[in-house]
């Protein structure tokens, strides 16, 4: 079964600054698909990024960019000129392309300092 | 439209009383999907549905069952409930697999005593 591993529980970010979240994931498979997913206090999961492992061109949302190293099964999420609204969980996510089955890493909470 | 509900938001359960969590979407989607949240675990795939009349086991199906008779609903049903089970629930829907965006509802805080 695949896993998703995230390894920063907390990260803390200067306002303005850029931050990049860790993921590391383990599969067999050779196509899926990765998400970055945000969750605030409000408890809402709101959808950063995504990206399906046959491209090789990396995915950008505004601020929001990922570093898909797909050998190293490797996909960060790096935000540029961090907002105090940007302060929350972020959560990695793997779907399988076989069966749709979706895994979740632990999540990184993410603090913006104003 | 309203998107995914989730009903109820809170319950307290004993130990060995069975419930069921409602989640319903008005978005035409085929998949639908159960999450539990624990700290520190991240969210967890509890069971899933690729459609309506059909559901699959996800990473920790134990303890849980579930029915996707219209498409619109996916219920989440507890037979013997346990202070395991203590948790935050989501409900998830996408219009397929794929890249396709999945929307959650609102959670479901149960605690189990």
């Known amino acids: 079964a695949q896993t998703v591993t995230q390894s920063q529980p907390e990260m803390s970010v200067q306002e303005a600054e850029t931050v990049t979240l860790s993921c590391t994931y383990d599969?067999?498979?050779?196509?899926?698909?990765l998400f970055w997913y945000k969750q605030p206090p409000s408890r809402q999961m709101i959808l950063v990024i995504r990206q399906e492992a046959y491209k090789q061109q990396n995915a950008t949302e505004n601020r929001f960019s990922v570093n898909f190293q797909k050998a190293a099964k490797s996909f960060s999420l790096k935000i540029s000129d961090s907002q105090l609204g940007d302060a929350a969980m972020y959560f990695c996510?793997?779907?399988?392309?076989?069966?749709?089955?979706?895994?979740f890493g632990a999540g990184t909470r993410l603090t913006v300092k104003p | 439209n309203a998107g995914v509900t989730q009903t109820p938001k809170f319950r307290v359960l004993k130990t060995g009383q069975s419930m069921t969590l409602l989640c319903a979407q008005d978005?035409?989607?085929?998949?639908m999907y159960w999450y539990r949240q624990d700290p520190g675990m991240g969210l967890r795939l509890i069971h899933y549905s690729v459609g309506e009349g059909t559901t699959a086991k996800g990473e920790v199906p134990d303890g849980y069952n579930v029915s996707r008779l219209k498409k619109q609903n996916f219920l989440l049903g507890l037979e013997s409930a346990a202070p395991s089970q203590t948790s935050v629930y989501f409900c998830a829907s996408t219009e397929r697999g794929g890249l396709y965006e999945q929307y959650f509802g609102p959670g479901t805080r149960l605690t189990v005593t």
């Open positions: 599969t067999s498979e050779s196509d899926y698909y």
């Open positions: 978005m035409n989607h085929e998949y």
């Open positions: 996510a793997y779907r399988s392309v076989n069966n749709n089955d979706m895994r």
